[in-house]
Nanobody
Framework: QVQLVEPGGGLVQAGGSLRLSCAAS????????MGWFRQAPGKERKFVAA????????YYADSVKGRFTISRDNAKNTVYLQMNSLKPEDTAVYYC????????????????WGQGTQVTVSS
């Protein structure tokens, strides 16, 4: 089992920035690709960004490309999501997730999920 904890989140004005973190514990963190997803009220959970384990390659949804940056610190078993130029439509509950495979954008490919953290962007 891998446990994922996401402190952070919060309220920010449009155009502002926020950094989310996700700390992994339990079974070895190594070998897992990490992803961030978000879910707005009444909508399905959607892919935001992912980072591979070996090469550190990154992948982004078109809606956040150029504004969000995913990174990981393997020594600290932590993955980050730096969110800049935030928009009201970025408001959602953000989840981090881990998988041992390679289907980085697929929700169902992820084995472990954090509890989620609320991000609210005011206009």
């Amino acid at each position: 089992q891998v446990q994922l904890v996401e402190p952070g989140g919060g309220l920010v004005q449009a155009g502002g920035s926020l950094r989310l973190s996700c700390a992994a514990s339990g079974r070895t963190y190594s070998g897992y690709a990490m992803g961030w997803f978000r879910q707005a009220p009444g909508k399905e959970r959607k892919f935001v960004a992912a980072i591979s384990w070996r090469s550190g390659s990154t992948y982004y949804a078109d809606s956040v490309k150029g504004r969000f940056t995913i990174s990981r610190d393997n020594a600290k078993n932590t993955v980050y999501l730096q969110m800049n130029s935030l928009k009201p439509e970025d408001t959602a509950v953000y989840y981090c997730a881990a998988q041992s495979g390679y289907y980085y954008t697929l929700t169902r490919a992820y084995d472990y999920w954090g509890q989620g953290t609320q991000v609210t962007v005011s206009s």
